[in-house]
Every structure is written in C-alpha cells, then in structure tokens.
C-alpha cells in the first residue's frame, strides 16, 4: 500500500512510507490519506451541515487547541480524553457528530482504531473519522499507513486542518 501526501499546492503524490519522512522536509504540512480511504462525501456532506464535531484525545493541550480552532471556526465541537466520556455525552446530548478526530493512541488504553470502532458500535451508525498522531515510532507509521483511514499527523497546522476537513467532508471551513 502506498501512502498520498496531499499537500495545499499540489495534486495528491504517491510514495512509499519511507519517502513520506523525506517529502514532508520539502512541503508544507502533511496528511497521510491511504489510497483505499474513500469516506463517503454525501453522508459527512449530510452530517456536516449540524457542524458537529467530536476531539478524542488524552492530551489536554493537544485536545484543547484542536477544539479551540474548530470552535473559532464555526464548529460545535464535544472534547473528551477517552472514548467513553465521549460516547457518554453524545449519547445525552443533542449532538450528531459529523466527523471524529480521533488520536491513536488514547492513554495506552487502546489505538485509534479500536475507539473509532467502539464508538461507532456505541451510536450506531457510521462516524467519519481522521486519526491524529504525534508518533514517530516506525512500527506505529507503518499501522496507521495499513489502518483505511486518514491520519493528520501532529502537529497540525490550520491549513492542514482545514484540507482534511474539506478532503472528507467536501465542504471546505468558514475560517
């Protein structure tokens, strides 16, 4: 599998995992999106027009900063450290969440996976998701590169954010 390093000034580029350390050097900030991710553009389209959005991650600066800039754009954004808290309050609450962000790994707990797949199975239904990552751990990069799902890769950059929110929703934020 090879990995699509879209970046904000060109078409999406094709290189193997080893490459995409290197490429990152000479670009602007990355994604990582596998060629077999395919979100389905007309349900997030769907989901989205709520602008609900769900931030998974046990690190409170991290987490925080990443709500903070979905709530200046716009965004009803519901914050958790661990998948429960999360499930718990969008199962209470009044919120459709319309894509999850989703850090890889969640206090050692379990990987970005298994909570995507948790909470899923929790609401229901199908729930977009981007995992986050700050790893550099070669055996980490090669799981997320096998995982189907985008992966932004920490730190994020608001220009980042904005193409992948745009990548899986087809609707680019009002920043």
Not at 57 to 65: H, K, L, T
Request: glycine share 6%; with cysteine.
């Amino acid at each position: 599998m090879a990995v699509v390093i879209r970046t904000q000034e060109s078409a999406p580029t094709v290189v193997g995992l080893a490459q995409a350390a290197d490429f990152a050097a000479d670009c602007p900030p990355l994604s990582v999106v596998t060629e077999t991710s395919s979100p389905n553009k007309s349900e997030a389209r769907h989901r989205f027009d709520r602008r609900d959005v769900a931030v998974l991650d046990p690190d409170e600066m991290g987490r925080e900063a990443l709500a903070g800039l979905l709530t200046d754009w716009g965004y009803k954004v519901l914050s958790a450290p661990r998948c429960e808290t999360l499930i718990s309050e969008t199962l209470h609450g009044d919120l459709e969440i319309a894509v999850a962000f989703i850090d890889h790994d969640e206090l050692k707990v379990r990987d970005g996976f298994a909570s995507h797949t948790m909470l899923e199975t929790a609401l229901g239904e199908i729930v977009p998701c981007i995992l986050t990552s700050g790893s550099s751990d070669p055996e980490t990069l090669r799981s997320l590169e096998r995982c189907g799902r985008p992966v932004l890769l920490k730190p994020i950059l608001p220009d980042t954010l904005a193409r992948a929110i745009t990548w899986i929703t087809g609707i680019e934020p009002q920043r």
